[in-house]
């Protein structure tokens, strides 16, 4: 950084770090098969940077803005899942890394808890499938011994 600070004006310098975050988030997006993503930073109550990646939609080639809605969907569940899961995690125990087969009966012996909140397959893949995410339920009852 010091070589670039060097030899780059103020104004660059500041939009550097969201010049490498955005490729970040952009190469995160297209590794996980995302097809758009909008982003904000704010500093102060101040938007310092936005960005829209990708495309909202894929087959009409509209791309993502930074202020393109998105639908909700199920998203509900994630926080509503982490808030109950988060009693057993401070209870210590639970932990993300956890197998589900440690609380409840599930098909496939390699999946954790923190990939079925993240919609992640066992290989790190993007995996949204909300009834594969129910299964969350049962170890909510379980660990948290809540119906």
Sequence with gaps: MVAISAVTPASAQVDLPYALFSGYLDEYRKQ???????????????????????????????????????????????????????KCYDQDTLELKDSMIRWVPYGDAATTIGQLLTHQSPAGAYAYDPLRFASVTSVIEECADLP
């Design 32 to 86: 996980y098969g995302i097809p758009a993503l909008s982003a904000v930073v704010i500093q102060r109550g101040v938007r310092v940077w936005s960005a829209g990646l990708g495309k909202q939609d894929v087959e009409g080639n509209v791309s993502a803005r930074d202020d393109t809605p998105y639908f909700v969907g199920n998203l509900s569940q994630i926080f509503g899942s982490t808030l109950l899961l988060e």
